[in-house]
């Protein structure tokens, strides 16, 4: 069964090489990279015409100016031919048995007649040259991932449940992962872990992350997400928005912020929820 791969790209060509060469050792034999330079001005396009034209695994989209993340990835995903999906950040790595391992167990779980939507992997995140493991729930439903991204940025899933929910929203500046699990596990059922860490984050702190982005476009990308689940609890948007608040993004906590938090519905217990949050962030920068 054929694989195929998104990886949109721009500016990073030493980490790409690497990222790339992951996908192209992976132990499953039947394996498509499409790979979008989304305007990359530093040897990049050359680096993927020659690499295509030395591997017929690779295919190359260019863009001579910048079009996002989202974008970049709707357009390999059109094009792809593989029956199954995944993605990969032009900063990190895959074990080199993931897609083989996700794609047996994806294939075990329709034969168990497992109700599903994507399959997903621990991760190994890199930092500072230590390398810890993530510990995921096994089951993610979509009141789960209101409550945290379990799934994470990366996944594994039918061609077809990636047109079924109308691919990546192009108008998120940030969440985009986020929404499109939230999507895929309303269409079709919960997420589900192969409890293994098969994909390699790289948590170095450089300005050109997503997760470094201002809080500005992370509370954007809140309230556009949020409005897509006008049934929601108000537990369930509060929830939410403690993801904008939590240590991932490491934001300050300001007034505005508990404002809007006490505005989705407050009682005793969301209040509490809170407060734990403020104090394991210290409420520094409350202003």
Known sequence: MLVSVYLPTKDRLELLEAAIASVLAQTHPFVELIVVNDG???????????????????????????????RSRNEAIRVAHGE?????????????????????????????????????????????GKKTA????????????????????????????????????????????????????????????????????CDEDRPDRISRKPKAAIVEAYWRVVAKWPKATAHARRALYLQVLGAHYDFPIEWRDVKTYVGLGVTPRSLLELARVGWRRNFRGVT
Not at 51 to 68: M, N, Y
């Open 40 to 70: 990359s001005r530093d040897g990049t396009g050359d680096y993927l015409d020659a690499l295509a034209c030395s591997d017929q695994r690779v295919r190359v989209i260019h863009h001579d100016q910048t079009v996002g993340a989202p």
């Open 84 to 128: 199954w999906i995944t993605g990969l950040d032009d900063d990190d790595t895959f074990a080199p048995h993931r897609i083989e391992a996700l794609l047996q167990f994806a294939l075990l779980l329709e034969k168990s007649a497992t109700s599903y939507s994507v399959v997903f992997s621990q991760y190994h995140t890199l930092r500072g």
């Open 134 to 201: 993530t510990s995921k729930r096994g089951n993610v439903g979509l009141e789960d991932i209101f409550e945290r991204n379990q799934v994470g940025n990366q996944f594994l899933a039918r061609r077809e449940l990636f047109f079924g929910v109308g691919l990546f929203d192009e108008n998120l500046g940030a969440w985009q992962d986020l929404d499109m699990a939230m999507r895929m596990i309303s269409a079709r059922g919960p997420a589900r872990l192969l409890d293994a860490p098969l994909y390699n984050v």
